[in-house]
């Protein structure tokens, strides 16, 4: 089975300053995905970034980026240039590749960026 | 382009009760997704539908919970006979057809069920 561990419950950072969150994923699976989605306090989860397993390039949007390490099944998300809306909790999600969309979420980081 | 609808928002419901949340999918989307989100966890999956037909529902519990996802109208995930245990944040999210963003789940803003 696959596991999703996210190791701080809490992150602070302030405006305009960079901040790392952690993940890491257990799975034998080879082929696989994984993300980073994003819930602000109205609720709403939103996709802020997607790496495909078998990509050996981090993927990276506008201020976000994230660090795959597949051998150590690491995938920390780094966001730039914090911004006070980028307040929310932000959870890391794994998928195994196939036909359904089955996401297994880790228990979040709470990150409150600050003026 | 209207987003995931989900209502009600919010629902309290005395032990015993039944509980009925309804999810309406992004325009264009085939594919439902109910999530469970328990305070200070990450969401956990429950049930995938398309049309007609339940395709995954290894996250269900056997008892008291089912899903639709018929022809005409919502997505309903029903809880009978609800426990206090079942309060939590239910979540749907839909995804169109096809696999170029596989895993690019649009989520509603869920319901919250409250059972006292």
């Known amino acids: 089975a696959q596991t999703v561990t996210q190791s701080q419950p809490e992150m602070s950072v302030q405006e305009a300053e960079t901040v790392t969150l952690s993940c890491t994923y257990d799975?034998?699976?080879?082929?696989?995905?994984l993300f980073w989605y994003k819930q602000p306090p109205s609720r709403q989860m939103i996709l802020v970034i997607r790496?495909?397993?078998?990509?050996?390039q981090n993927a990276t949007e506008n201020r976000f980026s994230v660090n795959f390490q597949k051998a150590a099944k690491s995938f920390s998300l780094k966001i730039s240039d914090s911004q006070l809306g980028d307040t929310a909790m932000y959870f890391c999600a794994f998928m195994k590749q196939g036909n359904t969309d089955k996401l297994i979420f880790g228990t979040g980081t709470r990150l409150q960026v600050f003026p | 382009n209207a987003g995931v609808m989900q209502n009600p928002r919010h629902l309290v419901r005395r032990r015993g009760q039944e509980a009925r949340l309804r999810c309406s999918p992004m325009?264009?989307?085939?594919?439902v997704y109910w999530y469970r989100q328990l305070p200070e966890e990450g969401l956990k999956f429950m049930v995938y539908l398309q049309k007609e037909n339940i395709i995954d529902e290894s996250g269900m519990p056997k008892e008291r919970f089912s899903a639709e996802f018929p022809k005409e109208g919502p997505s309903i995930l029903r809880i009978q006979q609800v426990v206090r245990g079942d309060s939590a944040a239910y979540f749907c999210?839909?995804?169109?057809?096809?696999?170029?963003?596989?895993?690019?789940?649009?989520f509603g803003e869920g319901s919250r069920l409250t059972v006292l």
């Open positions: 790496q495909e397993a078998y990509k050996q």
């Open positions: 999210a839909s995804s169109p057809p096809g696999t170029s963003r596989a895993g690019e789940l649009f």
């Open positions: 325009k264009g989307h085939s594919h």
């Open positions: 799975t034998s699976e080879n082929n696989y995905y």
